[in-house]
């Protein structure tokens, strides 16, 4: 449930931006990509859409141009609660894996930093 509440905030956090902060909305232009946030099993996760400098979210969990696969929802929530530093840890011990566009990916962490400053 922690998972999917932290997923939800930031999709309120990216939406909040791309209409309220121009330099967010500059930093959006020009680049579209969608990414999935989930769990292994495909249960539980968000995918969040950037497109047209607009950016939207919904529960479609297999179509994307990246995604991060964790191993769980509490292994997640913890990762991704400590932010970076959290999810380059699961990373190193193989707790989340990244399918797709490596672009997109990083990308989309930088979009995080740049709406959670």
């Known amino acids: 449930m922690r998972f999917i509440l932290l997923l939800a905030i930031l999709a309120s956090k990216f939406k909040t931006s791309s209409v ?3 330099n967010f909305k500059k930093f959006m232009m020009g680049h579209e990509c969608r990414i999935v946030v989930k769990t292994k099993d495909g249960k539980k996760g968000k995918r ?4 047209d400098g607009r950016f939207s979210s919904d529960a479609v969990l297999d179509e994307y141009d990246a995604a991060m696969v964790w191993a769980d929802p509490v292994i997640a929530f913890k990762a991704m609660k400590k932010g970076e530093e959290g999810i ?9 894996g990244i399918e797709g566009e490596i672009h997109s990916f990083t990308w989309f962490g930088a979009a995080i930093s ?3 400053e």
């Open 20 to 22: 309220t902060n121009e």
């Open 48 to 51: 969040f859409i950037f497109k």
């Open 88 to 96: 380059m840890d699961a990373l190193q011990n193989h707790l989340v």
């Open 114 to 116: 740049f709406v959670m």
